[in-house]
């Protein structure tokens, strides 16, 4: 079945240190991959796309990723945390043949401390 | 106005009531959906219009029913609700079937 798993349900981090959310994902063939935000109130917002080519990918606000396509894994990274990174964070997938099925992780909620 | 545009952004409504959520959305993309955010599950899915027509309707029980009247509109018409559809409602938008997809705030719902 096709899915994606985003482990950490929540995590914390201290203003300024580095982060890193996991995904993986399940699916017949390499997809399409995505990560947005989701802040109070809001929704979602994209912060960054794979689709081909280098396999780290910079996205808005800081935020990198890294595909990897042998441990079906696109995790989020950010050198350096901000109080107001604090959020919802979503991987997501849809098929390269174009379905309009995204496929979405049940979200990663950042808590940011001062 | 720009982006994607949902109204009501806070809707309660009684088991045996008829509401309507509307979206609209001014970027010119062709394909529009609503999905389905409840706590601790992953975004679901529920209905997709492209170029007007539905390309997806992923086994959504018939109090919802889905409007698309023109590629900037979508509508998602509620009757005779659950108490367990309150949730967020959040529509979106793409230009293609695997591009970005464009947000809404979300509508969310109470049913008593």
């Known amino acids: 079945a096709q899915s994606v798993t985003q482990p950490d349900i929540h995590i914390t981090v201290s203003e300024g240190a580095s982060l890193e959310l996991r995904c993986n994902y399940s699916y017949g063939a390499t997809p399409y991959l995505f990560w947005y935000v989701q802040s109070p109130g809001q929704g979602l917002q994209l912060l960054l796309k794979y689709f081909s080519g280098d396999t780290l990918v910079q996205g808005i606000k800081g935020f990198e990723a890294e595909f990897k396509r042998s441990q079906s894994s696109f995790n989020l990274r950010k050198p350096s945390v901000h109080w107001s990174d604090a959020a919802e964070y979503f991987c997501?997938?849809?098929?390269?043949?174009?379905?309009?099925?995204?496929?979405f992780g049940t979200g990663t909620r950042l808590k940011v401390l001062a | 106005e720009t982006g994607v545009t949902q109204t009501p952004r806070h809707l309660v409504m009684g088991m045996t009531n008829k509401k309507s959520l509307k979206c609209e959305q001014h970027?010119?993309?062709?394909?529009m959906y609503w999905y389905k955010q409840s706590a601790k599950k992953p975004l679901e899915l529920m209905f997709v219009?492209?170029?007007?027509?539905?390309?997806e309707n992923n086994s959504v029980p018939s109090r919802f029913s889905p409007e698309c009247p023109n590629s900037s509109h979508l509508f998602l018409h509620l009757h005779t609700l659950q108490p367990e559809d309150s949730a967020l409602y959040l529509c979106?938008?793409?230009?293609?079937?695997?591009?970005?997809?464009?947000f809404g705030e979300g509508s969310r719902l109470t049913v008593l």
């Open positions: 997501a997938v849809v098929g390269v043949s174009g379905t309009y099925k995204y496929i």
């Open positions: 970027l010119g993309h062709n394909a």
């Open positions: 979106a938008s793409s230009q293609s079937n695997t591009g970005e997809l464009f």
């Open positions: 219009y492209s170029l007007e027509e539905r390309v």
